[in-house]
């Protein structure tokens, strides 16, 4: 099985930073942590599901969605399975549910198809 919980989420005021985390652990996980390519995307009230970029367990270096390059850093801890968001600048507009999604194998892109296997961490941004 698969588990991923995210956490970090909070208020902030605009101009301000945050550092989602996302814990992943379960059968699949642990034992196929090598392959996988991990993402994080969030959704706005009221707005599709937005990915803003991705990271391979084996790449030191993340893809970044080219509306949200430059604002995002992505990492990963092989060791401790847990993959990281360093969001810098927060705006009103970024306040959603921000999820970590998982993708066995295949295309590593913010477009690729993911499964959510977690809740989501709320990140709400205010003026």
């Known amino acids: 099985q698969v588990q991923l919980v995210e956490s970090g989420g909070g208020s902030v005021q605009a101009g301000g930073s945050l550092r989602l985390s996302c814990a992943a652990s379960?059968?699949?996980?642990?034992?196929?942590?090598?392959?996988?390519?991990m993402g994080w995307f969030r959704q706005a009230p009221g707005q599709e599901l937005e990915g803003l970029g991705v990271?391979?367990?084996?790449?030191?270096?993340?893809t970044y969605s080219d509306s949200v390059r430059g604002l995002i850093t992505i990492s990963t801890d092989r060791v401790k399975k847990t993959l990281y968001l360093q969001i810098d600048g927060l705006h009103p507009e970024d306040t959603a549910v921000y999820y970590c999604?998982?993708?066995?194998?295949?295309?590593?892109?913010?477009?690729?198809?993911?499964?959510?296997w977690g809740q989501g961490t709320q990140v709400t941004v205010s003026s």
């Open positions: 379960g059968y699949t996980v642990n034992t196929y942590w090598w392959r996988f390519c």
């Open positions: 999604e998982a993708k066995d194998g295949g295309a590593c892109n913010p477009r690729a198809t993911f499964t959510r």
């Open positions: 990271i391979r367990t084996d790449n030191i270096y993340a």
